[in-house]
């Protein structure tokens, strides 16, 4: 996993109106970047509707809120249409971007062993510096706790 003080890897993926986009162009204003496993699943969309709900709040203090799964283009298509988000959504099928932010666990799922997506966030500043990381979170009042890490 991606250390404070860490610059912004250099990833081009595909967005959920399939535009290409760099990582790197989405800098300039501080960066919520968060990693979720699926979806359309109960806690993928609960935090997909936190950071909805305070997606005003967060632009209000100039920052950007970016979701990144393993999810398709089509996928994220569905999810941003079916729940109202309104934040950009990274399809990162080939798991470059995960890879890049150490975010790829083994997982144990009744008793079988995967590896999948372990539900992380990242704070950028706007030079594209990682000023802080919540590893392993848990949805409830995540969105909030982010927030609060904004000046």
């Not at 994220?76 to 470059?96: C, M, N, V, W």
């Not at 966030?121 to 982010?146: N, R």
């Amino acid at each position: 996993m991606l250390d404070i003080g860490a610059k912004m890897p250099s990833v081009k993926l595909a967005d959920d109106s399939g535009a290409t986009v760099g990582t790197r162009e989405l800098l300039g204003k501080p960066l919520v970047l968060y990693f979720y496993p699926k979806d359309d699943t109960p806690g993928c969309t609960s935090e997909a509707a936190q950071f909805s709900d305070l997606y005003d709040a967060f632009a209000k203090k100039g920052a950007d809120v970016v979701g990144v799964s393993r999810d398709s283009v089509a996928s994220h298509q569905k999810f941003k249409s079916k729940y109202g988000i309104p934040y950009r959504l990274l399809a990162d099928t080939e798991s470059k971007l995960c890879d890049a932010f150490g975010v790829i666990v083994e997982k144990n799922m009744y008793g079988k062993k995967t590896l999948g997506v372990q539900r992380s966030t990242f704070l950028f500043d706007a030079a594209g510096e990682l000023v802080f990381v919540w590893p392993k979170v848990s949805v409830d009042g995540h969105a909030e706790d982010v927030l609060a890490k904004l000046p």
